[in-house]
């Protein structure tokens, strides 16, 4: 699977941005450019060849690992990938970690308690979740939280001047890790305080998302005759939910969360700008706004590949919690 | 005489419609009627309507019409709310409320644009893919595979930066991300539906391709594609505005909410009214599509009718 979708998404997205208006020569000579110098730039880049040509010049590149050099960083895109990318790693993970811990036992009350209080505030909240726009919930948090009770660092990913004194040592580059080891307390202090509001903005939007679908797959499965005649045998509500029901309601529910969770590796473009998180959304924003090509290819070629791995360890899963599922 | 002739033609021609529509008339009042018992779906429709009554009058309920293009009075610059300006001064001087009423005109219509546009794509598709099988099912559906295995917000962003950042790219640019999910569900109906006797029948009959897909798969396969066109008018809200708030959509002096959230940004904290009431209006509308998408889905999926 993973070869087919990269070819067709590198066609797509190579067609996409050789074929537009705008001319990546001519926002490299800038505005005064004569038509010499920008047919210059254009020979030197490669841009005078036919568009097929092109795309195999490309691929061959790709393929020994060069992605070319970025336009605006003007640093191999590969290396610029590898220095933002551990940023959205960290925060993603850390958020797809708390919502897990959260969200499915709260699935499962909300799904065991259906139509009272608390099962009516629980879709409440998931549906305000749903339906409000991450970016403006940054705002509001950051307005709150940092601006108004001054308790946490508006942006970033680390305070500079905790660094200036304590350099991290680079590691695996997720700084809450780095500074762990290395006992690097006053940055690892710094690198907390940097991610809880990034953070919590994500937690909020994926619970959303999470404990809509674990309640609503639980509800299906409550509804089934085995679970009827488990509690008609008497058996503890406990058992029958946490061992009985809840394995066979959560494969939905893990398909849900791996699916978001590679979506928002892939960037979690809004609130990576809101914060100023220094992730691979950040990154990708960046060259966007100003015709990075080279990079917006490696950046939607890394994408492509997180997603299809992650929907592959998703497919994994299911046969770990359903034995009844069996590949090859 | 001839009046009433008239009337009596007009009358029984509007029997005859009853006559042959009489199981979907029986449809839609049961649709209605199970709407009715859920108040979520009703808080859904009466925020819609609100909406749609918004941005049909805008120009008579907004105090300020004007504000909405390309009026500036620069002597009362980012006014806190106060009587007259309910919800504040932009930086231009223009009144909030004004902008966001007009705004939901915009947002209405790119809603719809966006849902519109990948329903006409992706329901031929899907319908078209079912059908036939084989070699040209394969093709569609491999395409569509490649759309869908691919974060859909990163590809609208990419398409509406290398057209050139403006509204209407932002619009296509969503829509060529969202088709594909119709026509997987479309495809899915056909399939069932494909085996059911009176397809059989039709081909049996030699009616046309065409004329199935159009006639009789389509019609047929329309509960889902309603359940999620409802569903995705309101992200497609939410996407645009994304797009805008990134500088990948509408470009200023555009009263797109989205815009507004992101050049009100600019002046927080002070100014916090000129960034939070756009937030509320978008996260008003989605929740206003969501209750209805979620109200017709528990009516129009069998799995959970009782």
Not at chain 2, 264 to 274: A, I, M, N, V
């Amino acid at each position: 699977m993973l070869v087919p979708v990269l070819l067709g998404v590198s066609v797509v997205m190579f067609f996409i941005t050789h074929v537009v208006p705008s001319s990546p020569a001519r926002l490299i000579g800038g505005p005064h450019a004569t038509e010499e110098t920008i047919r210059q730039i254009e020979s030197e880049l490669g841009l005078d060849r036919p568009l097929h040509l092109q795309y195999g010049i490309y691929i061959r590149k790709v393929l020994s690992g060069d992605f070319g050099i970025s336009i605006h960083s003007r640093n191999p895109v590969i290396e610029d990938l590898k220095n933002y990318f551990p940023a959205t790693f960290e925060l993603t993970s850390l958020a797809m970690l708390i919502t897990l811990i959260i969200g499915i036992p709260l699935g499962v009350f909300s799904a065991t308690h259906k139509d009272r209080a608390a099962d009516h505030a629980t879709r409440l909240f998931s549906l305000s979740g749903v339906a409000m726009p991450l970016f403006w919930l940054g705002l509001l948090l950051q307005l709150l939280l940092s601006s108004y009770f001054k308790l946490l660092p508006v942006g970033g990913r680390i305070d500079p001047l905790v660094t200036l004194l304590h350099p991290i040592r680079h590691m695996s580059g997720l700084y809450l890790i780095d500074t762990l080891i290395t006992g690097n307390w006053p940055a690892f202090k710094s690198a907390v305080l940097h991610i809880i509001l990034p953070t919590t903005t994500l937690v909020y939007f994926l619970l959303a998302t999470l404990t809509r679908m674990s309640r609503s797959s639980m509800l299906e499965i409550l509804r089934q005759d085995y679970i009827r005649n488990a509690m008609a045998d008497g058996l503890p509500e406990k058992t029958i939910f946490y061992r009985y029901a809840l394995r066979n309601a959560l494969i939905p529910t893990v398909t849900i969360a791996g699916l978001t969770y590679g979506l928002l590796l892939g960037g979690d473009f809004l609130v990576e700008i809101i914060y100023s998180w220094p992730g691979l959304g950040f990154y990708a924003v960046g060259s966007m706004a100003s015709l990075d090509f080279p990079a917006i290819m490696g950046v939607t070629m890394l994408v492509a590949v997180i997603f299809v791995t992650v929907n592959l360890i998703v497919d994994i899963l299911y046969a770990v919690l359903d034995p009844r599922i069996r590949y090859g | 005489m001839r009046l009433i002739e008239v009337l009596i033609r007009r009358r029984s021609s509007l029997n005859s419609f009853r006559d042959t529509h009489a199981h979907q008339l029986r449809e839609l009042r049961f649709i209605l009627h199970q709407l009715r018992r859920s108040p979520l779906s009703l808080a859904g429709i009466g925020i819609i309507l609100t909406l749609v009554c918004l941005a049909v009058f805008a120009p008579y309920i907004a105090p300020y019409p004007g504000d909405a293009f390309y009026d500036m009075h620069p002597d009362k610059k980012l006014l806190a709310p106060q009587k007259g300006h309910w919800l504040g001064t932009d930086d231009f001087g223009r009144d909030m409320l004004s902008r966001i009423v007009f705004g939901t005109r915009l947002s209405l219509m790119i809603g719809i644009y966006v849902t519109g546009l990948a329903v006409m794509v992706g329901v031929p598709l899907g319908a078209i893919a079912g059908l036939s099988g084989g070699r040209l099912d394969e093709v569609i559906m491999r395409v569509t595979d490649i759309f869908l295995s691919f974060p859909p917000l990163v590809l609208a962003m990419a398409i509406s930066a290398a057209l050139g950042p403006n509204l209407i790219n932002a619009i296509i640019a969503i829509s060529v991300t969202w088709w594909p999910w119709y026509t997987r569900i479309v495809r899915g109906q056909t399939l069932s539906l494909r085996e059911q006797p009176f397809i059989e029948v039709a081909r049996a009959l030699a009616v046309s391709k065409r004329r199935i897909v159009f006639r009789h798969l389509i019609p047929n396969s329309l509960a889902p594609v309603t359940v999620q066109a409802s569903l995705d008018v309101g992200y497609a809200i939410l996407w645009t505005a994304a797009l805008s708030f990134v500088g990948l959509g509408a470009k200023p002096p555009v009263a797109e909410w989205g815009l507004m959230i992101a050049i009100g940004r600019r002046y927080l904290p002070d100014s916090w009214w000129y960034a939070t009431s756009p937030g509320l209006a978008i996260m008003i509308t989605v929740l206003g599509f969501n209750l209805l998408g979620d109200g017709l889905r528990d009516v129009l999926d069998p799995r959970l009718r009782r």
